[in-house]
């Protein structure tokens, strides 16, 4: 056998809890335990980190108990750890109650994964409010808006933000106990996530925002949207304002990038 293959057959046993008999014995074989637990503990610190918030309604022991078996369905296969638990959310909804004991906490997971990515998301240079100022009346009804990279969109079925504000407040590394928390109720909406300059930011959009935001993100022209506005208001006449509206807080909170020349 190879080095190569020894090292392969080695990860496996570590990484999969495959066989290394052949390559281990005695004291040796006893302390690929060790790195077995040690190899799971780093990925389970490492959703923990992803998942601050997540971690924290659930507490040390439950987290522990769904990240390992997080591990064993969805064994780490990115290069960056950084990137490992991106289906943890999917997982949970798919688990029991033995591992996820309320439904509200799979978009806890959700809006913790949304606000670490965009965290981490390319930054392309924004629109300038003085551009769509130059714009003459024949050239809105043909805008394309374009959203940063970093804004996101996310379906949540339950009202977590009360809940997840207080738990990301709370410094338990001081020891004080976990605070009560609103009980989340169901509500459908979207969650939006962005990154302003070196901040994450987020809010919950109420129904025409979210439906005009999936609009932009689809490429749909101005009148398009305005289209879109009248449909969701049932009012022709307040559709264009409603979209100027919005349009002026995404430049405000720095939502949209240049428009390509």
Known sequence: MSVIQQQRQLAAAIRDGGDAASLLAGDYALGLAVYRD???ARLVAALADNYTVLARALGDEAFDALGRA???????????IRWFGHELAGFMAE?????????????????????????DAAEAPPLDPAALAALGPDDWAGLVLQLQPSAQRVPLAYAIEPAWRVLREWEPELGSDQPELPEPAPHEHVLLAWRQGLETRWRSLEPLEAALLNAVAAGTPFALLCERAAAELGDPEAAAPAVI?????WLADGLLQRCPS
């Not at 369905?73 to 290069?79: D, E, I, L, T, V």
């Open 70 to 80: 997080y591990i064993a369905a969805q064994p780490s296969r990115h290069p960056s």
């Open 245 to 249: 509206q919005h349009l002026q807080r």
């Open 38 to 40: 040690a190899y799971r």
């Open 95 to 119: 688990a029991g109650d033995d591992l996820v004991p309320h439904a509200s906490l799979v978009d806890f997971a959700a809006m913790d994964w949304a606000l670490r990515g965009a965290f």
